[in-house]
């Protein structure tokens, strides 16, 4: 049978709280299987460190044959791109609780810590609940809630190269 792992990330505590009762009732996800980091005083707060620790750690549990999910509810952001990659000249960012201390979260380190390092055989659904969100794993493809086509739409100028990479190793 399938492992199912998920995080929830986010500072916006009746959204996840939502989230999580729809995957454990609609789609099987136990108790066990979530952790939750929520600005509510209930949960692990949604520091930097600790989201990138949660991302590390789905990776680190997940295996071939696993389902799963992330969310984030909360501030999204752009910071100037500082390797070139991006065709905008923008990073996307997911804005921790404690981005005025420890900086935001770039689409780069998204992707160096969930996507590039998951394991062949996991399938990844990642919620992202914010602003600026389309392109934050920078993945090629986007599916975009608020437009009128309901399709997943490649990005214009995506860098192929850094993908290849993943496909490849």
């Not at 709280?17 to 009732?25: A, E, H, R, S, T």
Request: with cysteine.
């Amino acid at each position: 049978s399938r492992r199912r792992h998920t995080r929830y990330i986010g500072d916006w505590s009746s959204d996840v709280y939502n989230i999580k009762k729809y995957i454990m009732d609609v789609h099987g996800f136990e108790e066990e299987n979530i952790v939750m980091l929520v600005d509510d005083g209930e949960c692990e707060m949604p520091t930097r460190e600790n989201m990138m620790n949660a991302y590390k750690w789905l990776v680190e549990s997940s295996e071939a044959g696993d389902a799963v999910f992330t969310h984030f509810s909360g501030h999204g952001g752009q910071l100037r791109d500082q390797d070139g990659d991006e065709a905008d000249g923008f990073d996307e960012t997911l804005i921790p609780v404690d981005y005025l201390e420890n900086g935001q979260i770039r689409d780069d380190d998204l992707y160096d810590t969930l996507v590039k390092p998951m394991k062949v055989g996991v399938v990844v659904t990642s919620l992202m609940d914010c602003c600026h969100s389309g392109t934050v794993l920078d993945l090629p493809y986007t599916f975009r809630a608020d437009s009128d086509k309901f399709e997943m739409e490649m990005e214009e100028g995506f860098n192929l190269g850094k993908l290849l990479g993943k496909i490849g190793a």
